[in-house]
């Protein structure tokens, strides 16, 4: 079983960026497809981006493509979410994944998450 520990977070004025980080532990996660999904208040939670492992492949939802890079270092076990140019939308909990396999935009493709770390952005 992996655990994922996400980190990162925190209270940032809009057009400032931030580093989320998706620490593993239990066993590497370098053989899994990776993920970001978050959740706003009083909303769904919404895809936000992905990362395969055999090509490095890369997936962005269309409301943040050309803000947010995900990447993976698999020898530290540990993933990445950089966001730039931050607008207040991007407020929610911002969840890591692992494990995924097909259908990399859908939660129910990932067997593991992290516990969530908050994003706010003000206006």
């Known amino acids: 079983q992996v655990q994922l520990v996400d980190s990162g977070g925190g209270l940032v004025q809009a057009g400032g960026s931030l580093r989320l980080s998706c620490a593993a532990s239990?066993?590497?996660?370098?053989?899994?497809?990776m993920g970001w999904f978050r959740q706003a208040p009083g909303k769904e939670r919404e895809f936000v981006a992905a990362?395969?492992?055999?090509?490095?492949?890369?997936y962005y939802a269309d409301s943040v493509k050309g803000r947010f890079t995900i990447s993976r270092d698999n020898a530290k076990n540990t993933g990445y979410l950089q966001m730039n140019s931050l607008k207040p939308e991007d407020t929610a909990v911002y969840y890591c994944?692992?494990?995924?396999?097909?259908?990399?935009?859908?939660?129910?493709?990932?067997?593991?998450w992290g516990q969530g770390t908050w994003v706010t952005v003000s206006s």
């Open positions: 994944a692992s494990g995924g396999s097909h259908g990399l935009t859908r939660g129910y493709a990932y067997a593991d």
């Open positions: 990362i395969t492992w055999s090509i490095g492949n890369t």
């Open positions: 239990g066993r590497t996660f370098s053989s899994y497809a």
